[in-house]
């Protein structure tokens, strides 16, 4: 059982599934997509923000260091990665708050402790608590357990996901949980290796298995424009969804909240030049499902 890794709990979430939620965001994704708002959460391992625009460059972190890891370049600091330890002690000791640090483990007691201070408005708004990441079946035991505890308090569980795992770490969760957020990026599997880093066969198969199995599911599709938002693709997955049993898609036109964070922590953001998807195409896309006969909104 153990603990998780999270990155935030989120309180009074309004679009992670029904009513007001907890959204728990885990630390640690399989896939690496180029439009991620949250590239904190990839790496399983705790990280450090930098916000340069706040360092003064006073060298305060450097002589807290018990590694000696940092050295100022150009006026800011610099953290040699082969020593850093990542104690976190440079985030603590910082006057100006530019650094942060990312990720916290958390035992199931303590997440509960979290989850049930909000129970009076999952009740009032028939809410509940939604995991997410990162990929949150890469704590498949963490998970069952907690989602066992929540299942006896009688609080409604969502489970978002990117599909990419094995399927008995779906059927280890899957009788716990009452709705699975279950994204969709591509349908064509050589631009999902490029795109999201790994193949969708494993995605799209537990995607059917679960609805084979009659759980409850939205689907979620972010629309990136040029990447996945050509006829091509939206045709196949409205081909492939409508062989399912699936509540509803979520459409969700890309946005570039989240491309500073790449800065922060030194990571490339590769779909530079990108741009929302229009509103005219958003419609259009949406068309499209309700023809085929699939509810559909867009957001959420
Ligand atoms: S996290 Fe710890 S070891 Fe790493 S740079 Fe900061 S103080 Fe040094
Ligand atoms: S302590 Fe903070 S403000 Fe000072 S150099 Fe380090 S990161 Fe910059």
């Known amino acids: 059982m153990g603990s998780g890794t ?23 994704c399989p896939l690496k997509c180029w439009w991620c708002h949250n590239p904190e959460s990839q790496n399983q391992k705790y990280e450090i923000m930098f916000f340069q625009e706040r360092c003064t460059g006073c060298g305060a972190c450097l002589k807290r260091c018990p590694q000696k890891a940092i050295e100022l370049q150009d006026g800011y600091p610099k953290i040699d990665e082969t020593k850093c330890i990542l104690c976190g002690k440079c985030t ?11 990720g916290k483990d958390v035992s199931v007691q303590e997440l509960m402790k979290e989850i049930i201070k909000d129970e009076v408005f999952y009740n009032e708004s028939n809410g509940g608590v939604t995991f997410s990441g990162g990929e949150p ?7 069952e357990e907690v989602l066992k505890r929540c299942k006896t308090r009688g609080i409604h569980t969502a489970v978002d996901t990117s599909g990419f795992a094995s399927w008995d770490k779906f059927e280890k969760i899957a009788d716990k949980v009452d709705l699975f957020l279950y994204d969709l990026k591509l349908m064509d599997n050589e631009k999902h290796v490029k795109y999201m880093g790994v193949e969708n066969v494993n995605i799209l198969e537990n995607l059917k298995k679960l609805s084979d199995k009659g759980y ?30 699936i509540i509803q898609v979520n459409l ?12 922060r922590l030194k990571m490339e953001y590769k779909l530079t030049g990108q741009e929302k998807p229009s509103n005219e195409r958003m419609a259009e ?3 499209k499902f309700k023809k085929a006969g699939i509810r559909v909104e867009i957001g959420g």
């Open 6 to 28: 999270v990155i935030n709990i989120q309180k009074y979430s309004v679009h992670d599934g029904p009513g007001i939620r907890t959204t728990v965001f885990f630390k640690g």
């Open 252 to 263: 969700l036109p890309y946005h570039k909240m989240g491309m500073d964070k790449y800065k």
């Open 216 to 245: 409850n599911i939205y689907v979620r599709m972010p629309i990136v424009a040029g990447v996945n938002d050509d006829d091509e693709n939206v045709d196949e997955a409205i081909e492939f969804i409508s062989s399912l049993n």
């Open 285 to 287: 896309i949406k068309d």
């Open 92 to 102: 603590d000791f910082c006057p100006n708050s530019a650094k942060e640090y990312v």
């Open 137 to 143: 079946l890469i704590y498949s035991d963490f998970l």
